[in-house]
């Protein structure tokens, strides 16, 4: 029995501070301790001592468990700390290494040619008026000198909400509320959002004007082109020509659209142009007297010029863009381009 208690002890001591990880440990604690284990069996020979031997013997027994348990305890601890440590060492932060790049946000190029233009007109006196993008049909025509049935409604295809209001197809509704609400000399410029039924690479349902407004008196046909002038060559560049072709528009008279030399080929010929050396920016004319009837200004004291421009338009000419649908497709790539 002395023999067998010794073995196991030494055997204990050699093979428990070998074990190179807690599963091993484990393992080695069944070997000894476990109910098939080697103390175990050795508790079971003590009923074949003689009695008188058996407590003696039986508490060395009890006296080796205790030392095994100790050696294993004391060697698990060690093992949790060794792999705990390794666990640290793998997983540790290399701050050396560049961190994830975050990407910054810009403005949206609209808005930024939106802010750029203000800025040129409200260098000559022009300031920001808006109104809401549900109008009646009051505001959005019929004060404009559009009545119903009148063909120059067909020139915009109008997404209706009710019978009497509609998605505003144009900015020129904010000239009917301005000159509602303020008293001559007027001089606006209104950015905003409007809405047609329409949509291909040039067109698209809800894209972006800006209206100008100017009432005041002796205004002529020579205050419009001087305005639009000065802005043309102000956004786009010193050497751009602007060119009046006249028009149609039921709220001027007389009405010109404006043109003005292809800013990307300089008036050679491009895709930009269609190779005719001019682009269209809007549509432009004197306050038509009717208008004024409508909101009860006396045409006979104040004269007015008006112009609505796409800015959408303005956009895709500066920057030689082909295709409107760009704008809202939130590309990063492509909105990259404008920080
Ligand atoms: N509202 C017109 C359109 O959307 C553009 C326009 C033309 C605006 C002439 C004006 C103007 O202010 O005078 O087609």
């Known amino acids: 029995m002395k023999q067998k208690i010794d073995e196991l002890l030494s055997q204990a001591n050699e093979k428990i501070k070998m074990v190179a990880d807690t599963k091993a440990l484990y393992d080695l604690k069944v ?44 060697q698990h601890k060690e093992l949790e ?33 939106t802010e750029e233009i203000v800025e040129i007109l409200s260098r000559i006196g022009f300031s920001v008026r808006s109104g809401p993008m549900i109008e009646k049909d009051w505001y959005n025509f019929e004060a404009l000198n559009i009545p119903k049935d009148h063909p120059a409604r067909d020139m915009q295809d109008t997404f209706y909400i009710t019978e009497d209001h509609v998605l505003r197809t144009h900015t020129s509704p904010i000239q009917i509320h301005t000159m509602e609400n303020e008293k001559p000399p007027i001089r606006i410029l209104a950015p905003g959002s409007v809405f047609r039924c329409d949509s291909d690479i040039s067109h698209s349902p809800n894209f972006y004007q800006i209206e100008a407004l100017v009432v005041d008196q002796k205004v002529s046909m020579a205050d419009l082109k001087g305005t639009i002038s000065y802005f043309v060559k102000e956004f786009f560049g010193e050497e751009i020509k602007t060119r009046f072709r006249p028009s149609f528009f039921p709220f001027t008279e007389p009405s010109a659209e404006v043109d003005c030399s292809c800013p990307i080929c300089k008036g050679k010929g491009c895709r930009t142009c269609k190779d005719t050396g001019w682009v269209e920016i809007g549509g432009s004319g004197l306050v038509n007297p009717k208008v004024f009837d409508y909101v009860k200004i006396d045409s006979k004291q104040w004269q007015g010029y008006a112009f609505g421009f796409g800015i959408e338009r303005m956009a895709m000419i500066k920057y030689g863009i082909d295709d409107i649908r760009l704008f809202n497709e939130n590309h990063i790539d492509f909105l990259k381009q404008f920080q």
Do not use: C, Y
């Open 81 to 113: 700390l060794k792999e705990l440590n390794q666990q640290i060492e793998s997983e540790k932060l290399d701050l050396t290494l560049p961190g994830p790049q975050i990407e910054q946000g810009s403005r949206h190029p609209l808005s930024k040619v």
């Open 31 to 74: 070997f000894f301790l476990g109910k098939q284990g080697e103390v175990t069996a050795l508790m079971k020979e003590l009923g074949k001592l003689p009695k008188e031997e058996r407590p003696e013997w039986g508490q060395k027994i009890n006296a080796l468990k205790k030392q095994i348990s100790e050696l294993i305890d004391n």
